[in-house]
């Protein structure tokens, strides 16, 4: 369970406030993988730093009962100095999972061969989106926030991602972003459109869909 009360979010943009995310209240339910649909600006971003507690709302709050994972995609978060196995060593010991076992999964699906073990500031933006898609499928979350991240890499590495995505999303939630509705319907259950600051939960996917392409036109 993920739950909104009150919650807001505003940026300053060239002087002005822009309202991101206005005054939200509505429970997201357990055990269900929802796609998150919006225009480009729209905020889904910003919503799943808030969701993963890596930005603070101007006000209100996010209150979950279950582990969530950062928001995983291209934005993901290294130190830039560490090399990637030290990167997933230190997020080992944050969540409190077997570090080795997690190093060995991660330096395997990753597929970064050498890199690796070089500092994150010497890799491109796909192999940093490797690293954090790896590494947050080496950690059992209750729910996974992913951000477009499995399109990722050559058909091979896709194929890889969608099947270990799909593996964990049979026991655990997962709040999806994506451009390609394709993989939007291959996994998830139902849809979140944000609009305007708002969001509204669709128990059909296909009523999400059809509300967000309405909107793009």
């Not at 709302?57 to 950062?70: A, C, H, Q």
Request: net charge positive; aromatic share 10%; with cysteine.
């Amino acid at each position: 369970m993920i739950r909104f009360e009150s919650l807001s979010k505003s940026f300053m943009v060239r002087g002005q406030r822009k309202l991101v995310i206005d005054n939200l209240n509505l429970t997201l339910p357990t055990g269900v993988s929802l796609a998150l649909l919006g225009r480009n600006g729209a905020g889904k971003s910003t919503l799943l730093d808030l969701i993963a507690g890596t930005q603070r709302p101007n006000k209100g709050r996010v209150v979950s009962d279950g582990t969530i994972s950062w928001p995983v995609g291209f934005g993901s978060s290294f130190h830039r100095e560490m090399t990637g196995a030290q990167n997933v060593r230190f997020i080992a010991r944050i969540y409190g999972v077997d570090t080795d076992a997690l190093v060995a999964f991660v330096e395997n699906f990753a597929e970064l061969g050498k890199h690796f073990y070089m500092p994150v500031r010497t890799y491109s933006q796909g192999m940093r989106a490797r690293l954090g898609f790896g590494t947050s499928m080496g950690i059992q979350f209750d729910t996974y926030l992913v951000d477009e991240v499995t399109s990722v890499g050559d058909a091979s590495f896709r194929k890889k991602s969608h099947a270990i995505f799909r593996e964990r999303v049979k026991s655990s939630s997962a709040i999806l972003v994506s451009h390609d509705m394709r993989q939007i319907k291959q996994f998830c259950d139902a849809g979140i459109v944000l609009e305007n600051g708002r969001l509204e939960y669709f128990e059909d996917l296909d009523e999400a869909i059809a509300l967000h392409r309405k909107l793009l036109s």
